[in-house]
């Protein structure tokens, strides 16, 4: 495989966001767009709204906790029906399958939907070592693979990109005359991707929910790519992470409502395919073979760890991206893997390993919006902090002895610190008292003396103001200059 994860100089790459205009520009369209649409179809369900998350909370609670049963209930029913399954431990043994599957066959060109979970194992890279030219044909999936990009957000994959972007691109590599019409784009698109679904021999999705009771698998998407590679070619590839099972179809239907409201604004998505098995007679639709591949790749160490099992629930719906001042500023390339913003911060580490991606959990304000538009109530603010903890102790165990005496040293000092400050806080006379000496301390050390010079490495420390804002406003208001030495009651 290759090596595609770029966590490890997160701080370069978000600094490189931050100084890209264009990439600011785009960001700030696009996550405006999504939040406002989000919030007028949130709107229009009124109170509902709450009980539908609580009640989708629920159902992901009781799958999550009751895995394996329902698991082992979704793969007999999908073999009753035709299909294969195969479980995979790990993204090397899940390509293996599927490239297996394709030489088998003699399959040369695999058209694909947008599918994270195949980013996630780099099925691309595997079918291409393997000589099968794998085509995405969701457009925005379409234009970050012309572009050897990778997607910069979970639902909008080129969300980084504006429209001027996509007309040179389109221009440079499909080889005609530069418009900016989206209709004109889209055509253009659209006809280079018509050859490919006519004449692919695998079609490989991703999947939204695995329903139990009925052995189904649901696709929920805008453009009708996913009809289309999950009818055409002969062989259908579905990849799903363990956590998308949910037990019945009447479940559906509170998901089927949160999820188009929250990822782009809509009440609904304009195609929602339910995939039973394979076509039994000539004349049916669908695959002649359905091979639905469940992989683990990590997911069962996060079920198992009971602090952060609740980020299985994600349904992927991308609003805590798009609320989220980090994302919003950053952008989805800066966290170096494919799963970016709140979710991303959070999964990442624990799918890459922490060592990889441990300036990922704390790439948060925790200011909890996200929590506020997840519409399965995740508390990912709690789960970053467990997940700082958790490295920065991994860290401190890794530290030499005497390097952890004088860590320790800095713990007590810091906890020194906030006992004097809650106590300076405590009253108004011995607030302003800290306040003088503090000026005082801090004209006579300056900024760069050996107690500020940590903190103030990678931050401001703006010099205090000569005299405080009641000083200020009684000088003003009462023409007085001798404040401080009134006496306060
Ligand atoms: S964590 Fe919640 S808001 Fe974020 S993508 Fe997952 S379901 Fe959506």
Redesign the pocket.
Do not use: D, E, Q, Y
């Given at each position: 495989m290759q090596d595609e994860i770029h966590t490890e100089t997160f701080v370069e790459n978000y600094r490189s966001a931050l100084s890209n205009a264009q990439l600011q520009k785009a960001l700030a369209i696009a996550t405006t767009k999504f939040t406002l649409g989000r919030g007028m179809a949130v709107a229009s369900v009124g109170d509902e709204w709450n009980l539908l998350r609580e009640r989708a909370r629920e159902i992901k609670e009781h799958s999550i906790a009751n895995l394996d049963h329902y698991l082992g209930k979704f793969a007999a029913k999908i073999e009753e029906l035709g299909g294969r399954v195969y479980w995979a431990r790990d993204a090397r043994d899940a390509n293996a399958y599927i490239t297996g599957l394709a030489r088998d066959r003699g399959i040369s060109l695999a058209v694909k939907s947008k599918s994270m979970m195949t980013e996630e194992i780099e099925l691309n890279h595997a079918l291409a070592l393997a000589g099968v030219e794998a085509v995405e044909t969701d457009l925005g999936e379409y234009i970050v693979q012309l572009a050897g990009e990778r997607p910069s957000h979970?639902i909008a994959p080129a969300i980084h990109k504006t429209r001027g972007d996509v007309a040179d691109l389109f221009s440079e590599k499909l080889h005609v005359e530069r418009t900016e019409e989206i209709e004109r784009m889209t055509a253009l698109a659209r006809r280079v991707l018509r050859q490919k679904f006519a004449t692919a021999g695998l079609g490989v999705t991703g999947a939204n929910f695995a329903v139990a009771e009925t052995g189904t698998i649901v696709l929920v998407e805008n453009e009708g790519n996913i009809r289309l590679t999950t009818s055409l070619p002969r062989v259908h590839v579905a990849l799903m992470g363990i956590e998308k099972v949910i037990p019945r179809l009447e479940d559906l239907a509170v998901f089927l409502r949160l999820l188009p409201r929250?990822a782009s604004g809509q009440k609904m998505s304009s195609y929602v395919s339910f995939i039973s098995g394979v076509k039994t007679s000539p004349i049916d639709e669908g695959p002649e073979e359905l091979h639905v591949v469940i992989l683990d790749n990590g997911r069962v160490d996060i079920l198992a760890n009971e602090h952060l099992r609740e980020s299985l629930y994600?349904?992927?719906?991308?609003?805590?991206l798009n609320t989220c001042p980090v994302y919003q500023k950053i952008g989805g390339h800066a966290y170096g893997w494919i799963y970016p913003g709140?979710?991303g911060a959070l999964l990442t580490p624990q799918l890459v390993g922490r060592e990889r991606a441990e300036n990922l959990p704390f790439a948060s304000s925790l200011c909890g919006a996200?929590r506020e538009?997840?519409?399965?109530k995740?508390n990912?603010p709690d789960m970053l902090l467990h997940l700082r903890h958790e490295i920065k102790e991994d860290a401190a165990a890794r530290v030499p002895a005497p390097a952890r005496a004088s860590n320790r040293l800095g713990r007590r000092l810091e906890a020194l610190g906030v006992k004097a400050w809650r106590a300076a806080m405590k009253t108004r006379r011995r607030y302003e008292r800290s306040a003088r000496m503090a000026r005082l301390a801090q004209s006579a050390l300056g900024n760069e003396s050996m107690l500020f010079n940590r903190w103030t490495a990678t931050r401001d420390l703006p010099p205090m103001a000569p005299r405080s804002f009641r000083e200020e406003w009684e000088s003003r208001m009462l023409g007085t200059n001798n404040s401080k030495d009134k006496e306060v009651k």
């Open positions: 979970i929250s994600c349904i992927r719906c991308g609003a805590c709140p979710i996200c538009v997840c519409p399965i995740i990912i």
